[in-house]
């Protein structure tokens, strides 16, 4: 079956959805989200239903984004991975990315800039990839990369693009996870890659916006148009629970005071006539609100 891309067009920027997976989370629902009455569930399923498969688990897709316009191309995050990546012991592998990139008609190597989100693994996983699954020239896996690796014989699986982190990302990286230093951040070093950034930062196309909470250095992608914009969420919701109600918070959240102060800010419109959300783990890739 061929893979689906979605798209969403904000003036002369559009946004692609790319699935990777899609699979049970890895405790039950209720342990990761223990404020919710079952009101608030009820709530949520009714407005999500493809969050809950037929044993009660809650459901999730994995997808990257790329936005697209005549300034550039970036990806935002970097799905579960390839068989051998770090969200393995949990998440689905492997995952589709690399079709769902040829199926919105994306090489790797015109990727300019690749914003990762956090520093969760079901989100880094096609970032830096085993030299048997860069893509060659076209966008197909087993070429050779165009850019040197590590010595870990890790490489950059989009060879020209700068990756933006935010610094206060990396500087808890041994905490969140220290494995991910010689699979992620070393190789993109060595390779010049990396970009660390300090909170708000223009993009070609839209601009990273700090988001903390989730993770310290939590950030995510705002495009916008006029007085329609699209937020690019990352984990700044997880669940339609947290879109019907924000404040609620969610058990892997490092700062959920901040998580919560993120999620309500961003979620207001303001003056916006539109608010259009690309969510990861949600299962429609476009939210309007």
């Known amino acids: 079956?061929?893979?689906?891309?979605?798209?969403?067009?904000?003036?002369?920027?559009?946004?692609?959805?790319?699935?990777?997976?899609?699979?049970?989370?890895?405790?039950?629902?209720?342990?990761?989200?223990?404020?919710?009455?079952?009101?608030?569930?009820?709530e949520a399923d009714r407005y999500d239903p493809g969050a809950v498969d037929a044993e009660g688990r809650w459901w999730l897709r994995f997808r990257a984004y790329a936005i697209r316009s005549d300034r550039g191309l970036t990806v935002v995050d970097a799905g579960i991975?390839?068989?051998?990546?770090?969200a393995g012991s949990w998440a689905p592998v492997p995952g589709?990315?690399?079709?769902?990139?040829?199926?919105?008609?994306?090489?790797?190597?015109?990727v300019d800039t690749v914003v990762l989100t956090h520093l969760h693994t079901d989100h880094v996983g096609w970032a830096v990839v085993t030299e048997a699954v860069v893509p060659s020239a076209g966008g197909a896996v087993g070429g050779n990369a165009?850019?040197?690796?590590?010595?870990?014989?890790?490489?950059?699986?989009?060879?020209?693009?700068?990756?933006?982190?935010?610094r206060a990302e990396f500087d808890v990286l041994d905490v969140l996870n220290p494995h991910l230093r010689d699979t992620l951040t070393d190789p993109l070093l060595a390779t010049g890659q990396l970009r660390l950034l300090d909170g708000d930062t223009a993009l070609r196309a839209g601009r990273v916006v700090a988001t903390p909470g989730h993770t310290p250095g939590h950030q995510s992608v705002l495009v916008a148009d006029g007085r329609e914009r699209a937020l690019v969420t990352g984990d700044l919701l997880v669940h339609a629970l947290q879109l019907l109600h924000p404040e609620l918070a969610y058990s892997h959240e490092s700062d959920p005071e901040a998580a919560r102060h993120a999620r309500e800010r961003m979620?207001?419109?303001?003056?916006?006539?539109?608010?259009?959300?690309?969510?990861?783990?949600?299962?429609?890739?476009?939210?309007?609100v």
């Open 96 to 110: 589709v990315l690399p079709e769902s990139l040829t199926a919105a008609g994306i090489d790797p190597a015109d």
């Open 146 to 166: 165009s850019t040197g690796g590590s010595a870990s014989g890790r490489r950059p699986y989009f060879p020209n693009a700068e990756y933006l982190l935010q």
């Open 81 to 86: 991975g390839p068989a051998d990546s770090p």
């Open 267 to 288: 979620l207001d419109r303001g003056t916006a006539t539109t608010l259009h959300l690309a969510t990861p783990h949600l299962t429609e890739p476009f939210i309007s």
């Open 1 to 42: 079956m061929p893979i689906s891309v979605p798209r969403l067009r904000i003036g002369s920027t559009e946004i692609i959805a790319l699935a990777d997976a899609e699979g049970p989370f890895f405790s039950p629902r209720t342990e990761a989200f223990p404020g919710a009455t079952a009101a608030q569930w009820a």
